[in-house]
């Protein structure tokens, strides 16, 4: 079976890809290879089986799942599957449904929904969930995870850490010379 990539992002709706791409473009910047698909554990159960079932031939070493609502996709691969699953809970869009009937954009429990319905996996079949819609710090794990063989990743979240690091001291240096008033003026008005 031909390989897909190191990474395995999968997500329940069109919906979520707002979300999920922040995940991919993480993975881009550090040259990682993934594959990305819609898969809908309600709407498409079959398709979910087929996928969870081939994850090892496609060579994915970490999957990253995101869903809202009753957000089962990532628990289900989990079930399926060995390999690691990352969660992303997403506060839904819900647009197909807002264009008919003109209801909230959100959940309606704010993503705790998926939240909770991701990270209360039972015992014995884990799946580790990042924060509501934190698609980027999955993105981030996975490489994590990836970096335990491989030296170029492992160097590459250094330089990243380092970069935070710098980014934060130069605000903190631009806050200082301007003062707090004017720094929150040229910064967030
Ligand atoms: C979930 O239902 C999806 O993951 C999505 O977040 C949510 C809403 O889906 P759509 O109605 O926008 O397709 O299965």
Known sequence: MAKKGSVGIIMGSSSDSRIMHS???ILDQFNVSHE???ISAHRTPSRLDTYAKHAEDYGFKVIIAGAGGAAHLPGMIASHTVIPVIGVP???YNDKQVKKSNTSKFSAFGGLDSLLSISEMPTGSPVVTVGINKAANAAIYAL???ANDNSTIRNKLKK???DQHSSVLKESDELKKLGLAKFVKKKFK
Do not use: T, W
């Open 90 to 92: 997403i506060l839904v």
């Open 23 to 25: 995940a991919a473009e």
């Open 160 to 162: 990243h850490k380092f």
């Open 144 to 146: 994590k995870i990836l």
């Open 36 to 38: 990305d698909q819609i």
